[in-house]
């Protein structure tokens, strides 16, 4: 009987699931399984090479479907998405995500159809590549300055975490509202507000509290 996985994956040790699991039930998911990785890097590190993604690659059979917030928790570097989501459609495995509700799958044999859905692949990876490199120049950027500075004043303490963050420079790209990001990330439209205008503030801020 064909299954229902969600594939959750999260940087840093003291980061949790909860969050991811809780969004792709909300939004009508019935898992069957949860596999997750803990404390690495969707850039430098390819999915075939973490232990539960490759515990993931095991369990997956043809007609099942993988579920996963969205490309990015499948990784961060764009050949690597891009070669980890096709192989997976030509096991016959269906990815689905939670945000923006995308589905790939390789049962099309319309070549439009299938360049559609592989340019679309390909522009997602390479977001997902595009935002993580930003995000670590922007860290380099805000702790820069905040040695520069001497600054010993940590600000108050966002009301976000790397995950969180995640989440709404995500959904800003694929050009989600202020709202639906929101109630997505659990934050204030305020907050999303904040972030959307002052990308490069929002890392440092995080940077700040060696979040």
Known sequence: MPQTILY????????????QTAQAEAAGFRLD??????????????????????????????????????????????????????AFMRRGVIVRTVINGMTFDG?????????VRDALIAFMAATA?????????????????????GDRYLGKKPSYDREGLTIVQAMLAQGANVSEIARTAG????????????PDGAEAALARWGM
């Open 8 to 19: 959750a994956r999260v940087s840093t040790a003291d980061q949790n699931i909860d969050h």
């Open 33 to 86: 399984a949860v596999v997750s990785d803990h404390g690495v890097s969707g850039l430098n590190v390819p999915l075939c090479e973490r232990p539960e993604g490759r515990r993931l690659a095991d369990m997956l059979r043809s007609g099942d479907t993988l579920v996963v917030r969205w490309v990015d928790r499948l990784g961060r570097n764009y050949e690597d998405v891009t070669d980890t989501i096709r």
């Open 107 to 115: 049962a099309t044999r319309d070549p439009v159809q299938a360049a």
């Open 129 to 149: 590549q595009a935002q993580a490199e930003a995000t670590k120049e922007a860290q380099r950027a805000g702790i820069a300055g905040a040695k520069a500075r």
């Open 187 to 198: 934050l204030t439209r305020q907050t999303v507000r904040r972030i959307r205008d002052e």
